[in-house]
């Protein structure tokens, strides 16, 4: 399978709980309209829940559906039975247009959920060693990501990836490191996302992606592209801004407007062997912006930059 780019509707504002953007079947007519051909499901309940008629739309538009994300609030092993459940219930959807398009198999893209613990909500993108999670924790951290993973392969045969995120307990590099140790590499995998690596790691310095690209190439089973400011996470860091604040601000800007090569991004993914989907993800609050003209603009720098 050659790289082949989707989008996601975190683009058009349905971001992770925090509202949703303009209805899904335009969202879905813009994405295909400016160029790309897979997509993610969004926020539970933005696209319809009912099999048939996601397969419908997903069909209509010759699309290819790559994965979803949730959010389990991993820290608490109180909360690992609750994020299952509802983990499955999306991994049943997923699988009912698993066979639809390519023949990619979505993935489950789980992550620890951001921005419910003041200090990683506050300090997302200048995240310090002692705000990490202590040795102690991280068996129980892991152990949810572990039972979600085995729960979906069970019932459904997909697979999981985790998603390091900003505002969450797996975001600076040292972070994924230690969750990847924790974790059995043939049972959960990861999903790189560039913007979120750059400004999880504390600094604007875009060789870095290439670095955890090399670092944890044997763990990667997915990836997101996403850039980063640096005008915009600097001020972010210099005026204390909480992560929705940063988004807000546009720290994750369109492709090629900040610190990341996508070019360089790309051979280096080719050369690790990487040959899956790439999912564009410009994430914006609902209402910012210009979805459609953004979602262009970054497909015609990748085609530019990546020959793709």
């Known amino acids: 399978m050659a790289i ?8 058009w504002g349905t971001i992770e709980g925090w509202g949703q953007g303009i209805g899904y079947t335009q969202m879905l007519d813009e994405l295909v309209e400016t160029g790309y051909t897979g997509t993610e499901l969004g926020d539970f309940g933005y696209m319809p829940t009912e099999p048939e008629k996601l397969r419908q739309e997903i069909i209509a538009r010759k699309l290819t559906m790559l994965g979803a994300y949730e959010g389990v609030y991993l820290r608490d092993p109180q909360a690992h039975a609750e994020g299952e459940a509802r983990v499955l219930r999306t991994a049943r959807l997923l699988k009912s247009v698993a066979d639809v398009g390519d023949g990619w198999q979505p993935l489950l893209v789980l992550a620890d959920e951001h921005s419910r613990d003041p200090l990683r909500f506050q300090n997302a993108g200048q995240v310090e060693p002692e705000m990490s999670l202590p040795e102690s924790e991280w068996k129980t951290f892991a152990g949810g990501a572990e039972r979600i993973a085995k729960a979906v392969r069970d019932e459904t045969g997909l697979r999981l990836v985790f998603h390091h995120h900003c505002a969450g307990y797996v975001e600076a590099p040292w972070e994924i490191e230690a969750f990847l140790e924790h974790t059995d590499e043939n ?4 999903v790189f996302d560039t913007g979120h690596y750059l400004y999880g790691s504390g600094t604007t310095e875009g060789e870095l ?6 670092a944890f190439k044997s763990r990667i089973w997915y990836v997101h ?5 640096p005008t915009v996470a600097s001020q972010a860091r210099e005026q204390g801004w909480n992560y929705k604040e940063a988004i807000a601000k546009g720290v994750f800007c369109e492709l090629g407007q900040g610190s990341i090569d996508f070019g360089r991004v790309t051979r280096k993914l080719r050369q690790i062997g990487y040959d899956g989907w790439i999912t564009v993800e410009q994430d914006v609050l609902p209402g910012m912006g210009q979805p459609r003209e953004s979602a262009r603009r970054n497909r015609e720098y990748l085609r530019r930059v990546a020959g793709l």
């Open 209 to 214: 992606v290439l670095d955890g690209l090399e």
């Open 4 to 11: 082949r780019f989707a989008n996601a509707p975190c683009s």
């Open 225 to 229: 592209y996403k850039d980063c400011s």
């Open 187 to 190: 049972l959960v995998g990861l």
